[in-house]
């Protein structure tokens, strides 16, 4: 059963412009939201992350908001670069358990 | 370099044999968990450990993979009698035992089984 879903597997979006990617959970005891970044052949970089106290949360270009009443996160990149293009994963986890992570997004950013 | 570190970063192997990673965790980090990624798929649990201690395992986990932590430091990840089927990314990921600490994944290990 997957507790994380991406329902986007792929997004394209101009160079400059915001990109947007969605994630829904459907575990109410999860408390901890992440976004990794991920290249082919390497491991995920850890991107941004929110706690469930909190309804967003910021650090430079790139900005998670938290909807618990709809179990939905959302990453926003702004402004959006080439170097962004990337496969992008929304992972949750309750009382600092495991992680469980959706599909992921591929992000292709267009000059 | 005090990422997380995993060896090897590549393995082909034959059906049927057995084989073990290592993972070596950031050092300050107690906890150490172990992912599969395969194509089109988001990492999927196996296991973790905080300290020595190995505190949950995957249902989905088969009697053929072990993973061991001794002394809470380095750990490695043994698959027996290797199937088509385990060809996949193995990942480790180390954290801190905060309530909330985000982990840092290492390179990870590609796995394939001919």
């Known amino acids: 059963d997957q507790q994380v879903k991406q329902n986007s597997p792929s997004l394209s979006v101009q160079e400059g412009r915001i990109s947007i990617l969605n994630c829904d959970y459907t575990n109410s005891m999860f408390d901890y939201f992440l976004w990794y970044k991920k290249y082919p052949a390497e491991g995920p970089t850890f991107l941004i992350s929110?706690?469930?106290?909190?309804d967003k949360n910021e650090d430079g270009r790139f900005t998670v908001f938290l909807n618990k009443s709809a179990k939905h996160l959302s990453l926003h990149i702004v402004p959006s670069q080439p170097g962004d293009s990337a496969v992008y994963f929304c992972a949750a986890s309750a009382a600092g358990n495991q992680f469980y992570f959706g599909t992921g997004t591929s992000l292709t950013v267009i000059p | 370099d005090t990422g997380v570190s995993q060896d090897p970063r590549h393995k082909i192997t034959k059906r049927g044999q057995n084989v073990t990673f290592r993972c070596d965790p950031i050092s300050e980090h107690n906890r150490l968990y172990w992912y599969r990624q395969t194509l089109g798929q988001g990492p999927e649990f196996l296991t973790y450990?905080?300290?020595?201690?190995?505190?949950?395992k995957s249902r989905l986990l088969s009697d053929r993979f072990s993973a061991e932590r001794p002394k809470g430091s380095f750990s490695t990840l043994e698959i027996q009698r290797t199937e088509q089927g385990d060809s996949a990314m193995y990942l480790c990921?180390?954290?801190?035992?905060?309530?909330?600490?985000?982990?840092?994944f290492g390179q990870g290990t590609r796995l394939t089984v001919v």
């Open positions: 990921a180390s954290s801190l035992s905060l309530g909330r600490a985000e982990a840092f």
């Open positions: 450990f905080q300290n020595e201690a190995q505190l949950e």
């Open positions: 929110i706690s469930s106290i909190k």
